[in-house]
């Protein structure tokens, strides 16, 4: 067994973790391109953390500008054994209030300008996600919200759209009534399914801002409302994270719901005809099965 070391991945408000000790930015070289930011290196309650901030300090990156290859690449090479991804969304479900936080188990991905797999020509592989987050980590992230004193919920499914623009009222009133999405966002995905190609377990916090535009009596999305409870919502992840370092302390083990062996049979492409320019990108992401 080796080190547990938590990464997280923070959205929209979340541009640092406080209380780290230790804690030193580090640039980590990725062959994928260059991931959001440089990495925050530290520990946190006893826990070895390492900290990305998924649109870079200062937000200067959109949805789509977005390297997801390039981040979940560097959180592995940084040895981190599982990824807490913190992102704001907007809700579909009345009883989803802004304020509160969504721990999601299910993906519909309508995003179409990102790369979405390390693999592709010169060596295939798929993987499932049919079951696209961590029940595990999914455990202690709603023991964690809860003892941070938020409104939580279990379980939903997470629309991510391209953006950058918010839905529509027709795309709204279709992915909650037709779909049944429960909330939206913006960059969950291609996120959760290159970590599952990483085989890091994926867990998703996803923090309601507003109502989205389906809602008659809330009108249409207002940024600065939405910035208001981004405000609160922040505060309120650092308190989960706080409490999650110390249920994460220690070592790792390899997780009973096969996180950390998604490629074990989803290697397609015959050894002897694999691209060795792409085998060799592949070191951190797929090195256990090359």
């Not at 867990?203 to 008659?216: F, G, H, K």
Request: proline letters at 5%.
């Amino acid at each position: 067994m080796s080190d547990r070391v938590i990464g997280v991945i923070g959205g929209s408000g979340l541009y640092q973790i406080d209380g780290m000790t230790g804690a030193e930015w580090r640039k980590i070289d990725s062959p994928w391109g260059e991931p959001s930011d440089e990495l925050l290196f530290g520990e946190l309650d006893g826990a070895k953390l390492v900290f990305l901030p998924r649109h870079g300090r200062g937000h200067r990156l959109s949805p789509t500008d977005i390297n997801y290859r390039a981040n979940i690449d560097a959180l592995k090479r940084a040895g981190v054994t599982e990824v807490i991804s913190v992102s704001a969304c907007g809700s579909f479900r009345e009883e989803m209030a802004p304020g509160d936080f969504v721990i999601v188990d299910q993906f519909i991905d309508r995003t179409v300008n990102r790369e979405k797999s390390f693999f592709g020509a010169g060596l295939v592989a798929h993987v499932s996600v049919a079951y696209p987050t961590c029940p595990r980590l999914g455990d202690v992230l709603e023991t964690a919200v809860k003892a941070a004193g938020v409104t939580t919920h279990r379980g939903g499914t997470y629309l991510a759209m391209e953006g950058p623009q918010f839905s529509s009222l027709a795309e709204s009133k279709m992915y909650r009534e037709a779909w049944g999405a429960d909330v939206i966002g913006m960059t969950n995905m291609p996120e959760a399914k290159l970590a599952r190609e990483a085989e890091l377990c994926y867990a998703t916090v996803a923090m309601v801002t507003d109502y989205d535009s389906w809602r008659p009596k809330s009108g249409e999305v207002d940024v600065t409302e939405i910035m208001k409870v981004l405000a609160a919502n922040t505060a309120h992840a650092a308190k989960m994270i706080a409490n999650v370092a110390p249920m994460l302390a220690g070592e790792h083990s390899p997780c009973e719901h096969g996180c950390n062996n998604a490629l074990e049979y989803a290697l397609i492409t015959a050894p002897e005809v694999r691209d060795p320019a792409l085998v060799a990108k592949l070191d951190a992401v797929a090195g256990r099965v090359l």
